[in-house]
């Protein structure tokens, strides 16, 4: 079992930046797949970064490849994505999600435990 808390959401200018975190709870945290996703309203959630826990491989969704970052510190049990250059249709209510079974995580069908989400805001 493990609980995920997202923050570093907020209000932000199109061209900014904002780093999100995701803490995760339980001493096995670390041998979990972890993965950011995030939904607009009217709109499918979006596959947004994983970062593979083994090989340290990173993964991004092809809206945000260039301008996004992710990292994983698991003597903290915190995974960051770093948000650069953002734009309007960045915004959107951003998750983390976490898999038991795979080192990391780009599709949402496999998660097995999900965060409450942080807003993430962009005006234009």
């Known amino acids: 079992q493990v609980q995920l808390v997202e923050s570093g959401g907020g209000l932000v200018q199109a061209g900014g930046s904002l780093r999100l975190s995701c803490v995760g709870s339980?001493?096995?945290?670390?041998?979990?797949?972890v993965g950011w996703f995030r939904q607009a309203p009217g709109k499918e959630r979006e596959f947004v970064a994983t970062?593979?826990?083994?090989?340290?491989?990173?993964y991004f969704g092809d809206s945000v490849k260039g301008r996004f970052t992710i990292s994983r510190d698991n003597t903290k049990n915190v995974v960051y994505l770093q948000m650069n250059s953002l734009k309007s249709e960045d915004t959107a209510a951003y998750y983390c999600a976490a898999s038991k079974w795979g080192t990391f995580l780009s599709n949402a069908d496999e998660a097995d435990f999900w965060g409450q989400g942080t807003q993430v805001t962009v005006s234009s």
């Open positions: 970062i593979d826990r083994t090989t340290g491989r990173i």
């Open positions: 339980g001493r096995f945290f670390s041998e979990f797949g």
